[in-house]
């Protein structure tokens, strides 16, 4: 029985919900990352930093690249860039919306700033 898309989408972002893996895939935009800099940049354990990178992988996401005694890891494709990118630029828009919500509540309220007063004369 074939998957739906909709729960195929809901696997793969589901599979993006860990920090380290977004932070891993963040450090990987600008191309391959030998694991020692992943390590450095990233303050996990290393059993931690290689869990989460083999989830990355099994799901095609990331490659290893071997080069002698250097394992680096790189995104299999440029669209997993573009995705970080487009979640920036969502998060952006929601965060301004909540600034622009925000200095709107703490505008004085007109109707309550007399509320507190007495009517003592």
């Known amino acids: 029985m074939q998957v739906p898309l909709y729960q195929a989408k809901a696997e793969f972002f589901r599979m993006l919900g860990h920090p380290v893996r977004i932070r891993v895939l963040e450090l990987l935009q600008n191309g391959p990352v030998p694991v020692r800099d992943l390590l450095a940049a990233i303050d996990v354990e290393a059993s931690n ?29 440029g669209d997993v860039a573009e ?38 004369g």
């Open 83 to 120: 995705l970080l990118r487009a979640a920036r630029r969502i998060l952006t828009e929601l965060l301004a919306g909540q600034t622009e919500l925000l200095a709107e509540l703490r505008q004085v309220d007109p109707q309550r700033e007399g509320a507190g007063r007495g009517t003592g």
């Open 49 to 77: 930093l290689s869990q989460q990178l083999a989830v990355l992988r099994r799901s095609g996401i990331v490659i290893s690249i071997r080069d002698g005694a250097t394992v680096s890891y790189a995104l299999a494709g």
